[in-house]
């Protein structure tokens, strides 16, 4: 029964949500009170419909309930619990529930925290959220409806959970990623409502930047783990692959970042009014084509999805109406002009300008790149080609490098004009200092200096030292300047620190491929690796081959043990990274093959500074976190 | 000139050198790293010289995988149920390469037909296949 619970109060979040998504608007329209709807309550209901329905198919996975065919394809008794209550959103179906889930989540907190006094604004904010949301829930019933039954013969047992999922750090990154894209339908339906009603640029950029501010830290988080998981998960050490599936979250993260700092010049100076509105609108945009490019299967990706093109046109049209359809209330809509004081080149106003269009063009860039090979097989007939990673750094490079040198100066910057830049020499000087500093810790823990990371260097120095504004204030008060600005102090030292863990990860890493019987020793970097023994283990639902291995230094013992796993229900191989974890660096080991009786092949890897990626990450992402909730209080 | 004109030049201008230098470098970057792929039947005819990154791929042929045990050498063939292809990779397989499983590997055709594969591509799951390799077996029904 349950499962047609959950399905019945899908269909009914349907018909509400369509509802909600006319209804106060033409209520606005019409002038006419018979139309008009308590908006809150109607929102709170559609939120209580949708969670109702995503816990019944969480109950579903709870209880093994393998006739419902998504449950059978993605659980199976001998998973533990906690992987079963994850395996909810471990595929296509389940998580567009979550997805809606989380459009809701956020629609409600904001008609509940933004306090606005246009009643038409909120109504057309409600309206197009609702919009949204019912044509997920549209395509989500008629494409991939996740209570599907297998009747009359419900299969025993299921087919079980992608065994590189059955992971910690996956259950979280989902989540938080779907919230992250999610979220951005907020500063899309504001941007749209204040086209419809000619709110004021400073108003409805207020409202429009703390949503914009968290949808970009839940990104941040969900892209971090992701990348976190890929590196100890898949087994080979990598934390970024230019995966299509990464892009797609790497686009939209760059345009959110572009947002909210256009809207801190829209909401202080009344400037970039119309282009907040069009980022506003990409963004979005941006979050729906990721969905489509991964969940339609026409790019290759190493994220599989159970893929059906019927599907891919779905979301395409989901894409087409809404961009088409707010570009359309864009193109006729009459802008009155605000009231803008004029600025200098060396203004603050220009700066975020600069910022903009080097995210905005790197954002095209990339997503160019993406998408290339759909381009060229159309072009010419079906020839099949790859972009490869070489491609996305070459682009990167360049606008990082400008990017990086225009949030060093970026704090410094007046509004309409910077009457001097004196500060110049001082942040110049500071950053050289740091940069001499860090070069001396390095050499001293890796014996060694490479040229190739000297820029990514140099520029995390330079941020951290254009964000402490050591020189400005150099008054006791400095920690009180610091605390005031504590979120973007945050923000902008986690880039930098990023940055510095991206330059020295990239040029200090060592890696080496190698056969081993038990018993063996060998030299590797400054370490001495001892591989002991092997032995079979078994797990709840695979069995497995385990060497335990030694890293030896001249301060430090530590074993590991690296496996190779072979899930039972599916069949499928897993390796298990082994990972030492130390504050400068990672040691890596990840099993190979089986090439005779007890001779394995191994690959080892030294990765000096990875931790500061997911750390600086970490760190972006509580500034913004910071940002939004400080705003969100504030308005 | 009016301040809000000078602005706006201000603001074309450097629209104008982002777009530009944007353009210069994606049509740089992409004509040095586009790799076209091919089937072992196009690979036949294919004018591609030793050095020119490609793609190749296909099924991997039953009992043709050969692992060396003292060095990470090996050999396997692909094949797309026409020709085949000899493919020698050095190092560690994915752990989702098996007989009968669809593969896409990246590297250099040598003279003597034979593939050197630089690396080998692994998916996520046993039931994915590479689209470029569905699509051949497709075209074969």
Known sequence: ?635 | MNPIRKQRLYALIAVLIGSLVATWLVVSALSENMNLFYSPTEIKDAKVDEVTLIRAGGMVKEDSIIKDTRTLNVTFTVTDYQNDLEINYEGILPDLFAENAGVVVRGNLKKDGTFKAIEVLAKHDENYMPPEVAKLINEDL
């Not at chain 1, 816990?55 to 209880?63: D, G, P």
């Not at chain 1, 956020?106 to 959220?129: E, G, R, Y």
């Not at chain 1, 979220?183 to 504001?190: H, Q, S």
């Not at chain 1, 300047?481 to 930098?496: E, I, N, Q, S, Y």
Request: some cysteine.
């Open chain 1, 1 to 635: 029964m349950t499962p047609e619970i959950g399905h019945i109060l899908l269909i009914v979040f349907l018909v509400l949500s369509f509802a909600g998504g006319f209804l106060p608007l033409t209520s606005v329209y019409l002038n006419n009170q018979t139309f008009e709807i308590p908006i809150k309550k109607l929102a709170f209901s559609l939120f209580l419909l949708i969670f109702l329905s995503f816990l019944s198919l969480v109950y579903s996975f709870l209880i093994d309930d393998f006739s419902v065919a998504y449950v059978s394809q993605n659980s199976n008794t001998n998973l533990p619990f906690y992987y079963k209550f994850a395996a909810t959103w471990g595929a296509h179906e389940g998580s567009l529930l979550l997805w809606i889930l989380a459009m809701n989540a956020w629609l409600i907190s904001f008609m509940f925290l933004t306090k606005c006094s246009d009643k038409n604004f909120t109504n057309a904010v409600f309206s197009i959220s609702c919009q949204v949301m019912f044509s997920f829930c549209l395509f989500t019933l008629l494409t991939s409806n996740p209570f599907e039954r297998i009747l009359p013969i419900p299969p025993l047992n299921g087919a079980d959970l992608n065994p590189s999922l059955q992971d910690i750090a996956f259950t979280i990154h989902p989540p938080l990623l779907y919230f992250g894209y999610s979220g951005l339908m907020i500063p899309f339906a504001i941007a749209v409502a204040a086209m419809l009603f000619n709110v004021d640029t400073k108003e409805w950029a207020t409202y429009s930047r703390p949503w914009t501010l968290l949808s970009c830290s839940f990104l941040t988080l969900g892209i971090a783990l992701g990348s976190w998981w890929a590196y100890y998960e898949l087994g080979w050490g990598g934390w970024w692959f230019w995966d299509p599936v990464e892009n797609a979250a790497f686009v939209p993260w760059l345009l959110s970042v572009a947002l909210f700092h256009s809207l801190i010049a829209s909401q202080s100076r009344s400037v970039f009014g119309k282009w907040s509105i069009l980022l506003s609108i990409f963004a979005f945009a941006t979050s729906l084509l990721g969905t489509f490019l991964v969940r339609s299967g026409i790019l290759t990706s190493v994220h599989a999805f159970a893929l059906d093109p019927e599907r891919g046109v779905f979301i395409l049209g989901i894409l087409g109406f809404f961009v088409i359809g707010s570009l359309l209330i864009y193109s006729l809509k009459d802008f009155k002009k605000d009231e803008v004081k004029p600025y200098q080149l060396s203004s603050k106003e220009f700066g975020f300008l600069l910022n903009n269009l080097l995210l905005v063009i790197l954002a095209v860039s990339i997503l160019f790149g993406t998408i290339f090979p759909l381009i060229y097989e159309a072009a010419t007939n079906g020839k099949q080609i790859s972009v490869g990673a070489p491609y996305f750094e070459i682009i990167l490079f360049p606008f990082a490098l400008a990017l990086g040198l225009l949030q060093g100066i970026a704090l410094y910057l007046s509004w309409g004009v910077t009457s001097s830049f004196n500060f110049l020499q001082r942040l110049t000087l500071e950053s050289v200092s740091l940069f001499g500093i860090i070069l001396l810790v390095l050499f001293i823990l890796f014996d060694n200096l490479y040229l190739s990371s000297f820029a990514t260097i140099f520029l995390a120095c330079w941020i951290v030292a254009g964000t402490l504004q050591v020189s400005k204030k150099r008054n006791l008060n400095y920690w009180n300047f610091l605390k005031k600005r504590l979120a973007v102090t945050f923000a902008h030292v986690g880039m930098a620190i990023l940055v510095l863990g991206v330059g020295v990860v990239t040029s200090y890493s060592i890696e080496k491929e190698l056969i081993l019987t038990p018993g063996d020793e060998f030299e590797f970097g400054d370490q001495k690796i001892t591989f002991q023994s092997i032995e079979d283990t078994l797990g709840p639902n695979y069995f497995s081959k385990s060497a335990n291995i030694i890293f030896e230094d001249e301060k430090d013992i530590s074993s590991v043990v690296t496996e190779k796993r072979t899930y039972t229900p599916s069949g499928q191989l897993t390796t298990e990274a082994g990972i030492v974890t130390e504050p400068f660096q990672d040691l890596y080991i990840s099993m190979g093959d089986n090439l005779e009786a007890d001779i394995w092949s191994f690959k080892v890897q030294i990765k000096p500074f990875i931790r500061w990626i997911w750390l600086g990450a970490l760190l972006i992402a509580i500034g913004s976190m910071l940002a939004g909730l400080n705003r969100i209080q504030r308005s």
